[in-house]
């Protein structure tokens, strides 16, 4: 159990540089006036994003589930746990939403400017605040 807990900590680590990293990467393409530029972020945010973003989000998800199934009926009792995975379910969103950005972006179709990735770029922080909150303070 202790080495799958370390793989899923290594892998939600993984998961969320990508998660801070990738936004960073829209505010610089979405600045950036030169083809070249662009094409140069095209290239780093498909990497990040189909190389080292998505695995890390599957290999956390599936390390995380298969520590909860084995002790489910201890923690389908829990909320914090069901207020943790609530958030995991929303940052599974964002991930994804990061990834029809990506698109968008390569395409030259996005419609936001380099401030609105700025203030997206936040997102994960909050959800790793309260995530790490839940899983260690287990408040209710």
């Not at 203030?119 to 995530?131: C, T």
Request: hydrophobic residues 55%; aromatic residues 14%.
């Amino acid at each position: 159990m202790q080495m799958l807990k370390a793989l899923h900590i290594i892998a939600m680590v993984s998961w969320f540089a990508g998660l801070f990293y990738l936004p960073r990467l829209f505010v610089y393409h979405a600045m950036s006036e030169d083809a070249v530029g662009r094409a140069r972020f095209v290239i780093m945010e498909r990497k990040l994003y189909r190389g080292i973003m998505t695995p890390a989000m599957l290999a956390t998800v599936a390390l995380g589930l298969s520590m909860l199934i084995p002790h489910w009926d201890y923690y389908r009792t829990q909320a914090w746990m069901h207020a943790k995975l609530t958030l995991v379910a929303l940052l599974l969103v964002y991930h994804h939403v990061c990834g029809r950005m990506r698109r968008e972006l390569e395409s030259g179709q996005s419609r936001h400017g380099h401030v609105f990735f700025r203030w997206f770029n936040e997102v994960p922080v909050i959800f790793l605040i309260a995530i790490v909150m839940l899983v260690e303070l287990k408040p209710f």
